[in-house]
């Protein structure tokens, strides 16, 4: 790897949303022969390819995977080539879903130590020198019929990796969803430990929904994940988890979906439905100011939209007052590697430029507010200093 140092830059840029398969968890796909896995087939140009395919039907037998999904010199690599100084890696889905229940305890606990050993024996951020270049999200085994206690005694072992400073979710939770009741011991263990919680979609939605038509992968991504965030979010809410776990923290994928978008909706369903009319202690859109946003979006007219919902979130407290600047300090800069790389040889990927530029140009954001969202939030999230 070249050893051509950063340019100089005000803030540390800091990316929370970045993905990693290690060498552990791409051989248990390996060994399997229906998704998700890892299949090796001839190219178009003749030579051996691997595809991951994380669902059945997945279009185009999934996508090609190499290196920049397990090796941390492309990760180091990709973060020199964007100016990024520090990364919260987390596994990319499905995580440990298809997996029995003692060998997903077991493997959960393999990759928080493989997740510590790839973070720890990471360079010092460039400029940077009081922070790592990789910080990561550990795994929980969130599987049916896991006992709760080893999902517990996981978020224990977790406490004591330094350089993790939370946990990957996904939105099935040990079967039943992240509403589940039997969750609640979970939820308080989190928020006790004081971890971070990234959820993250991976099943989408119905995909009768998206017809027949050959669209690729643009109806799942760009509607089934942010759909899936957004239902399992509301139910959250719904269950009433933020009210009885005020503390817990929650990063959304994807800006939380169509959360904001859909809150006065939700709101206003609510209000006119005598099962849950009187079941939480606030209007629904006060709790989008208890979360937290990556800023993955791509367009700085739908990230300030986003800001203001969270935002006006306070409003809906006892004194109706809020601040409209404080929205932004809930968004966090991220680029979803090694996933939508770009589709020519470029050195810039597109989506990781769209998203910087997004960050830059949305109106009213002061320069502050830019580089807060580009890495100070991040640092105050998870408690490091420069």
């Known amino acids: 790897m070249s050893s051509t140092r950063l340019s100089p830059s005000p803030t540390p840029i800091v990316d929370v949303h970045t993905h990693v398969y290690f060498p552990r968890y791409a051989a248990e ?6 998704a998700p896995r890892i299949l ?8 051996p390819e691997e595809r991951l395919l994380i669902l059945d039907g997945e279009p185009g037998s ?5 290196p920049q999904y397990w090796n ?24 440990l879903d298809f997996l029995p229940a003692e060998r997903a305890n077991t493997l959960a606990q393999a990759l928080n130590n493989d997740l510590e050993e790839y973070c720890a024996s990471s360079p010092k951020a460039d400029g940077f020198p009081g922070l790592r270049s990789i910080y ?26 330094p350089h993790v400073s939370g946990v990957i979710m996904g939105t099935k939770g040990i079967g039943n969803g992240l509403d589940d009741d039997a969750l609640e011991p979970i939820w308080e263990a989190i928020e006790s430990a004081g ?14 929904a998206f017809g027949n038509k050959p669209n690729g992968h643009v109806l799942p991504l760009a509607l089934g994940f942010p759909f899936e965030t957004t239902i399992t979010i509301t139910r959250l809410i719904l269950a009433g988890v933020l009210d009885r776990y005020p503390n817990l923290r929650l990063l959304l994928a994807h800006s939380g ?6 809150s006065s909706r939700i709101a206003s369903c609510i209000a006119h439905d005598p099962v849950v009319a009187k079941r939480l202690q606030h209007d629904a859109r006060y709790y989008l100011g208890k979360l937290y946003f990556d800023a993955v979006a791509y367009g700085p007219e739908e990230l300030g939209f986003v800001s203001e919902t969270i935002a006006r979130a306070e409003s809906y407290n006892a004194t109706g007052s809020y601040n409209a600047d404080a929205g932004s300090t809930r968004m966090l800069f991220g680029t979803d590697h090694p996933f939508f790389p770009p589709l020519e040889g470029s050195q810039k990927w ?3 430029e769209d998203n910087m530029k997004a960050i830059r140009n949305v109106r009213g954001w002061s320069e502050s507010t830019q580089a807060d969202v580009l890495g100070h939030n991040a640092l105050r999230l998870f408690n490091l200093k420069c």
């Open 72 to 95: 941390r010199e492309e990760k180091l690599e990709f973060m020199k080539r964007h100016h990024i100084h520090v990364s919260f890696v987390s596994s990319a889905n499905p995580w």
């Open 257 to 262: 979906g169509a959360l904001s978008q859909l």
């Open 62 to 66: 999934g996508r090609s995977v190499g």
């Open 350 to 352: 597109q989506s990781v």
């Open 136 to 161: 990561g999200f550990g795994l929980l085994p969130l599987v049916p019929h896991i006992p709760i206690s080893s999902v517990i005694q996981t978020i224990e072992q977790i406490k004591t990796l």
């Open 29 to 34: 796909l390996r060994a399997r022969s229906s």
């Open 40 to 47: 090796t087939r001839t190219g178009a140009d003749g030579k």
């Open 195 to 208: 971890l971070v919680v990234f959820v993250h979609p991976h099943y989408g939605v119905d995909t009768q």
